[in-house]
């Protein structure tokens, strides 16, 4: 496995792989690697001749009252995983040559990204649209595989790739959850013991909106209430809970095409989101 | 020479060039060609096995009041001079093709594209940023021709493609000007004849200046006033004369750095822009 710190030298050698006709396949990532990602990993090994992961923590997708700083990182950790996992060219370049002096250009998405963890967390995804739209042109990649974890920053993503003609195709890959559960992030750390058992109440509630849809429950109100309750035992604070159009990210009243329900709750120590698709 | 209307399959074609190992030179334009595109065109050819033009009337770049449904178009006469200017490639997407329907990502300039047209026309060059980008992805060539006539807009995708890390270098060519010096401008057909006539004023008002500069004068007040006097001698109106830090487009006061000379000038039928770099 090859790093490559240098933005330029990373597009030289995807231009180079291209040129050999090679396909890329790329994983954006912001490190402290889990099973979620190495999971993205394995699945772009089947895509591609190439794997290249990149390890970046953005500043741009933080808030000012967010977790930059505190963000974890473990380089080390994360380069041997990479290299067990099988990518081929790990890029981790550093934010002064991701953002040069006096940036300025920036990418929007103006309808999907207004709701949900866009509402709360203004900026952020003018944030992740434009590091994503600049890996893209420097790894050129040929898939681009994204976790269904993060379900709107896919369905943001997908409207960009879209919208601006970016030659990459975007594989999504099923969440990878912990025995109990609970969806796997880098943010989990940051539970106390007693929180990370809580913590499962995401798993818990969706569980229980899916099995309420099955039985025949097709009030959004309803739906949305059972969630909370479940929410609600727990210390954990509701931020959202809201079901989607699947495709519009609009809010549905009565669920009659696929619709997505997405969650965020507060804990002491982290903010943690989670989604599952409800198909009629 | 092909011409290709389909987004899918210039990207297809553009592909497959660089897998065989060519070099795309590309050339933007809103078609109802001059002079001045053609100049563009034949610089392209220097500088790639393949050069590829563009004709797209961009809607996203004109605002609510300006020329979009008057803006000339006469595609068979600018194939038949793409083909005689050496073009190998011409796309010509329709509106429905490059924006489709629910379209909502942008990219915006939020520093260079503030002054100058951008203050005069909001919203143009967030059009013309986003419509070179979803070229720029469609087409991807490795280099991109561009007038220096429109000084500000050549500026502005530098900064785009510097920020976003497109896998492109941009070459800037000098202005095409009428016997007269008249900047060559698919609006100058809009003109009346007398404004025809009138019209050098913009170019006699930058050479203006361009001798009080060589005499010596580098206050940017004196230099404006020297420019304006020239324009309000004709029936020309002007929207905005500035003298602003090459670089930055910050207003200068005194002539110290490169400096960028910019005017827009509106005659009845057409509003019609030129500028000149004095450097010490």
């Not at 550093?94 to 006096?102: A, C, E, I, R, V």
């Not at 025949?216 to 210390?235: P, Q």
């Amino acid at each position: 496995m090859k790093i490559i710190e240098s933005p330029e030298e990373m597009q030289k050698q995807a231009r180079l792989l291209i040129q050999s006709g090679e396909y890329i396949a790329f994983v954006p990532t912001m490190g402290f690697l889990h099973e979620g990602h190495l999971s993205l990993i394995r699945l772009a090994k089947e895509y591609s001749d190439t794997v290249v992961v990149s390890i970046f923590v953005n500043p741009a997708q933080f808030g000012p009252n967010e977790d930059l700083d505190a963000y974890p990182r473990d380089f080390a950790r994360d380069e041997k995983l990479c290299r067990e996992a099988g990518a081929d060219i790990l890029f981790y370049p550093t934010s002064q040559n991701m953002y040069l002096d006096g940036h300025s250009m920036w990418l929007s998405e103006e309808s999907l990204s207004t709701v949900l963890c866009g509402a709360s967390r203004p900026g952020h995804f003018r944030g992740v649209c434009t590091i994503v739209a600049k890996l893209l042109n420097i790894v050129q990649p040929d898939f681009m595989v994204l976790g269904e974890k993060d379900a709107q920053q896919l369905r943001v993503l997908r409207r960009m790739v879209r919208d601006l003609n970016f030659a990459v195709k975007i594989i999504a890959a099923p969440t990878v959850r912990a025995a109990d559960g609970l969806a796997m992030s880098s943010r989990n750390k940051y539970l106390t013991s007693a929180e990370r058992k809580e913590a499962v109440c995401l798993f818990q509630s969706l569980e229980k909106a899916k099995a309420l849809f099955a039985a025949g429950e097709r009030d959004a109100e309803t739906l949305k209430a059972a969630v909370r309750a479940v929410i609600e035992a727990t210390s954990g604070k509701v931020d959202y809970i809201e079901l989607v159009d699947d495709e519009t990210l609009q809010s549905v009243q009565t669920l009659e095409k696929p619709a997505l329900i997405a969650l965020a709750v507060k804990f002491s120590g982290a903010r943690l989101i989670d989604n599952t698709v409800l198909a009629p």
